[in-house]
Nanobody
């Protein structure tokens, strides 16, 4: 089992940047596929980005169209941490951001049901 703790959220102006972190406990972090989702009250959880588990030191990143070119997902296996660098933030990016994990591969990265473990979330608010 793995525990996930997000940090880095906050209040930022339109066009600003934030970097979210998700620290994972436990071993075998390299074997986990990781994802970021976001949710606004009253709406369904929305896929943001995902990064695959390590395969011969190669990773694959996936992004929602709404964040492509502005957000970057990365992982540091030595620190058991996955990051979400968010640039050119917009008010519509305002949401609670959640880190997710699954041991092994994820067949459909954008489906929240594919992930087994979730963090408690961190709030991102972008003011106009």
């Amino acid at each position: 089992q793995v525990q996930l703790v997000e940090s880095g959220g906050g209040l930022v102006q339109d066009g600003g940047s934030l970097r979210l972190s998700c620290a994972a406990s436990g071993r075998s972090f390299t074997g986990y596929s990781m994802g970021w989702f976001r949710q606004v009250p009253g709406k369904e959880r929305e896929f943001v980005a995902a990064i695959s588990r390590s395969t011969y030191n190669t990773y694959y990143a996936y992004y929602a169209n709404s964040v492509k070119g502005r957000f970057t997902i990365s992982r540091d296996n030595a620190k058991n941490t996955v990051y979400l660098q968010m640039n050119s933030l917009k008010p519509e990016d305002t949401a609670g951001y959640y880190c997710a994990a699954r041991l092994g591969s994820v067949s459909v990265v954008a489906k929240s049901g594919q992930y087994d473990y979730w963090g408690q979330g961190t709030q991102v608010t972008v003011s106009s």
